[in-house]
């Protein structure tokens, strides 16, 4: 790191100068705390006597010749009026486990990566499958030989790799991994920013499941929280004795969760975060950060009526101009629920620079609309539609996320109208309707074979409930979906070209029905839904002959439906105009298109009870 790059805020390798580095005379510690009166060090190597840190220019340093990597340690600071506070270091690489929270020192060179054919060959995955699994690692599965029922970065990734693989998962979404206090945070109000918690183990752990991952095809994305920080007092908070990275007192000085926000037109605070950043990118071979709650970067407290906030927004188009630069084939997304432009514009053409953002209006109008009784969906019918007027506005994620299966807000299964049997098909079909629109995936863990308990972090998923057959054939049915997905490149490729979507029949909210084609590399993909709680038939018109050969419908018998295999027939259509498609109560079915030469004369069209005629 270059000292001037530091003080106008411009660096982003703050954490190779920070923090507690191995040397070959032993361990030194830095840290900046201008506002400070002295600091000192105390850890395992002194028997936790204070030995005071030299000063210059704000920042303290000292080397250590009987300090270790595995040392444990804390800053004290004697802050100008007087008080001794000790502090965790900000950019310490390990932390103790909780409610403990000493610094710990770690060699981040000592994990050799395998990864180079991963690296690459990865890319943003504009024109590829990106169908990611949204977990919190700790209560995916538990570990009975663990007190507290966590198994470690490593360990895990041989039960995650192949539970992934088998469902055509392309990347997995860790909810934030950083060093925080507080089980039921979740990983949101961090005190370690740069210290992988020690719930899973160690940072050499984490880089081996990451690089298990990409050895196996699989990415991996960090969930980052650059807003806000924890308020706990050996923190950031208050650091020198003076607020070092928040906002003074005053009314936006303390988030919605009761955290710090952070102030970044400081350097120090720019530095840390646009570091820390380019730090999960850079040594641990993350391919992504998902970045939390962008609406509160952009607005004051996160509320549009107050205003822009110029600070942070400026922060987060040089962060994101920062590590475009020197990750140009690494995801930036963006949890963003305002109206704000350019999102995922690059920030040369005054954009914010994110490569994609999640679409929350997506998925509020597509839970809200399976929450409405079938008799009342006709009024809300424009809710399945409206999301293609904005699509190409920006580059969107379609997301059902963690927050969708908390708080009281039921799991995704469970949000679906009606009894407990009727819940199953209208999900089915619901998540077909998810993989066939335009825009990359996101689920949540349990989605996949219908959890209906909500999500708690102290226990692990419901795993018996696949011994029921309602669950099974559910989770086989989204496996087969989302292998689709992954396969059919009309169902990936060009996405965010508006020539590659086309609506057969939006405007049919008497029978809750709706029809689209996917094209894309010289494939055709029909989708035809009923979302209706009675069996519909209607017309569609085409414009060519063709043959339908069906790919899946939501209501086949090995899914728990009601359509047998034999009657799913291909369909010849052997001239343009209308043509009438017959789909049961709550089904989703998709057809590829053929070209016209390969019907056969003799295939003539019957009247299959679930699919058309």
């Known amino acids: 790191m270059y000292i001037d790059d530091f003080f106008s805020g411009r660096a982003f390798d703050a954490y190779e100068f920070f923090g507690a580095h191995p040397t070959s005379n032993g361990v030194v510690f830095r840290t900046f705390a201008p506002g400070a009166g002295k600091v000192a060090i105390i850890g395992d190597f002194n028997d936790w006597h204070p030995w005071q840190l030299h000063c210059d220019r704000g920042i303290w340093e000292l080397e ?9 340690y804390k800053f004290v600071i004697y802050t100008r009026s007087g008080e001794m506070i000790e502090h965790c270091d900000p950019y310490g690489f390990g932390m103790e486990l909780r409610p403990n929270w000493a610094s710990i020192v770690r060699d981040l060179n000592v994990y050799k990566f395998t990864d180079e054919k991963w690296l690459a060959r990865r890319d943003k995955n504009y024109n590829k499958p990106l169908n990611i699994y949204e977990m919190h690692l700790g209560s995916w599965k538990t570990n009975e030989d663990d007190e507290n029922g966590w198994y470690d970065y490593a360990a895990i990734a041989e039960l995650l790799i192949p539970y992934l693989k ?6 997995v979404e860790f909810m934030p991994l950083s060093e925080h206090p507080a089980d039921c945070s979740w990983g949101y109000q ?3 920013f740069y210290a992988p918690t020690s719930r899973y183990g160690t940072a050499e752990q984490l880089m081996e499941l990451i690089d298990k991952l990409h050895n196996a095809d699989i990415g991996a994305i960090m969930d980052f929280v650059p807003v806000h920080f924890a308020i706990d007092g050996y923190a950031l908070r208050n650091f020198d004795g003076t607020p070092l990275y928040e906002y003074p007192e005053s009314d936006v000085s303390v988030s919605e969760w009761g955290t710090c926000n952070f102030l970044f037109n400081k350097p120090s605070s720019a530095v840390f975060m646009q570091s820390c950043a380019n730090y999960w990118l850079e040594k641990y071979h993350f391919d992504g950060l998902r970045m939390d709650a962008i609406s509160r970067a952009i607005y004051w407290q996160g509320q549009p009526e107050r205003g822009v906030n110029p600070n942070s927004v400026n922060f987060i188009k040089q962060m994101n101009a920062g590590l475009q630069r020197l990750h140009p084939n690494c995801m930036l997304i963006a949890e963003d629920s305002t109206a704000f432009p350019k999102i995922t514009c690059p920030v040369e053409y005054d ?5 994609y953002k999640w679409d929350l209006g997506w998925m509020n109008d597509t839970l809200n609309y399976f929450r409405t009784p079938p008799s009342e969906r006709p009024a809300q019918h424009n809710k399945l539609t409206f999301s293609m007027f904005y699509f190409y506005n920006e580059l969107y994620m379609l997301e059902l996320s963690h927050d969708e299966n908390v708080h009281g807000k039921a799991t995704v299964v469970q949000k679906m109208w009606g009894d407990y049997e009727q819940k199953f098909p209208q999900a089915r079909a619901m998540y077909a309707y998810m993989f066939t629109h335009p825009g990359k995936k996101l689920n949540f863990m349990g989605g996949e074979f219908a959890l209906f308990r909500e999500w708690d972090e102290t226990r692990e998923q419901d795993w018996d ?3 029921y057959p309602l669950h099974e054939s559910f989770d086989r049915y989204m496996k087969k979906l989302m292998g689709l997905y992954k396969t059919e490149p009309a ?3 060009a996405e965010y070209n508006s020539d590659t979507f086309r609506w057969l029949m939006a405007d049919n909210a008497e029978q809750c029905s709706y029809a689209y084609i996917r094209t894309a590399e010289n494939q055709t993909i029909w989708c035809l839904f009923n979302f209706s709680d009675k069996e519909q038939t209607f017309p569609l018109n085409t414009d060519k002959p063709c043959e339908l050969l069906p790919l899946l419908s939501s209501d086949e018998q090995t899914y ?15 001239m343009a105009g209308a043509h009438k498609f017959t789909l049961p109560p709550f089904t989703a079915v998709l057809y590829e298109e053929l070209p016209a030469e390969t019907i056969k004369p003799a295939k ?3 009247k299959p009870k679930s699919a058309a005629k």
Do not use: C, R, W
């Open 560 to 574: 728990s439906g009601s359509t047998s295999a034999n009657e799913l027939k291909n369909i010849a259509i052997e």
């Open 166 to 171: 088998e469902h055509g998962y392309t990347h």
């Open 190 to 192: 961090n005190t370690g």
């Open 604 to 606: 003539t069209a019957k």
């Open 351 to 355: 954009g914010m620079g994110f490569d």
């Open 491 to 493: 169902l990936h490729n």
């Open 64 to 72: 250590v010749p009987q300090a270790k990597v595995g040392d444990k």
């Open 465 to 467: 409930i696949l011994k």
